[in-house]
C-alpha cells in the first residue's frame, strides 16, 4: 500500500476552478493506478467514482457527471496526481478522496478495488 495525501480544497463560486492534488508519501507511485472518489453531504455511505488514471497516465476514465469539466493527470516523477476541476457546479460539493491500487498494466484503469486511500480533502461549491 501507499500513503496519500490530498490538498487543495475549498470554497468556489459556481462555474469556477479548482485543482486538487494527491502525493504519495513513502513510497512511489510506481506501478499504482489512481482514482479520485468523492462524498456529497448526507450521503456517507455512498462514494461516487470520479476519475482514474492508469499508471503510465496515457489512459482515462471519467464518471459522465464530470466529462469535460474535469481533467485528471499525473507527474510520476513528482509522485503527484492531479484534478483539474472546471465549471464546478454546487453538486459537485464533497470530500474528494484520491485512492490507488497496484497493476500489473501500465494502461489498467480500474474503477474499483482500490486499497490505499487518503483522508480527504472538502470541496464547496456555493451557488
Known amino acids: 500500500q501507499v500513503q496519500l495525501v490530498e490538498s487543495g480544497g475549498g470554497l468556489v463560486q459556481a462555474g469556477g476552478s479548482l485543482r486538487i492534488s494527491c502525493a504519495a508519501s513513502?513510497?512511489?507511485?510506481?506501478?499504482?493506478?489512481v482514482g479520485w472518489f468523492r462524498q456529497a453531504p448526507g450521503k456517507e455511505r455512498d462514494v461516487e467514482f470520479v476519475v482514474a488514471i492508469s499508471w503510465s497516465g496515457a489512459s482515462t476514465v471519467y464518471a459522465d457527471s464530470v466529462k469535460g469539466r474535469f481533467t485528471i493527470s499525473r507527474d510520476n516523477a513528482k509522485n503527484t496526481v492531479y484534478l483539474q476541476m472546471n465549471s464546478l457546479k454546487p453538486e459537485d460539493t464533497a470530500v474528494y478522496y484520491c485512492?490507488?491500487?497496484?497493476?500489473?498494466?501500465?494502461?489498467?484503469?480500474?474503477?474499483?478495488?482500490?486499497?490505499?486511500w487518503g483522508q480527504g480533502t472538502q470541496v464547496t461549491v456555493s451557488s
Open positions: 485512492a490507488a491500487v497496484h497493476v500489473y498494466s501500465s494502461e489498467s484503469v480500474p474503477q474499483e478495488g482500490y486499497d490505499s
Open positions: 513513502g513510497r512511489t507511485f510506481s506501478g499504482y493506478a
